[in-house]
């Protein structure tokens, strides 16, 4: 039985998840505007498959953020002097979120456009 390492994996990747929300004002961001999509989702009663579709890219942000703190993280300690490759790690690693922002938002368009029309 693995219930202890999994245990700790666990308490690990929450601690990780609270970091993110406690440091990252983006993060925070992104997390109460998925609790007002799910809010808006629930209150139109909305189908099965714009739930899905909502989850599958509210988790594309978070993993998108997760891994931008994560590189920035390792290039302030890999590099904490000024260094022209750290900045440009960095600023990958926002463009990869701004990406997955735009997609997600006209994927969200389409998906929840429909209902928002219908509720507004």
């Known amino acids: 039985m693995k219930y202890p390492s ?7 990747a929450i601690r990780g998840i609270s970091f993110t929300f406690t440091h990252e004002k983006n ?20 189908e099965v ?6 989850m599958m890219m509210i988790v ?3 993993i998108a953020e ?12 890999l590099k904490p002097q000024k260094h022209p490759y750290a900045k440009v790690v960095k ?3 926002a463009g ?5 922002v735009i ?6 368009v389409i998906v929840l456009g429909p209902l928002m029309y219908r509720f507004f």
């Open 6 to 12: 999994t245990i700790k994996s666990i308490k690990a």
């Open 27 to 46: 993060f925070r961001i992104e997390v109460m505007s998925a609790l007002l999509v799910l809010i808006f989702l629930f209150i139109t009663e909305a």
């Open 49 to 54: 498959w714009r739930w899905l579709v909502s």
């Open 60 to 62: 594309i942000i978070m």
């Open 66 to 77: 997760f891994a931008n703190t994560a590189l920035e993280r390792i290039v302030d300690i």
């Open 91 to 93: 600023d990958i690693a």
């Open 96 to 100: 990869m979120v701004l990406i997955a």
């Open 103 to 108: 997609g997600v938002g006209m994927s969200g």
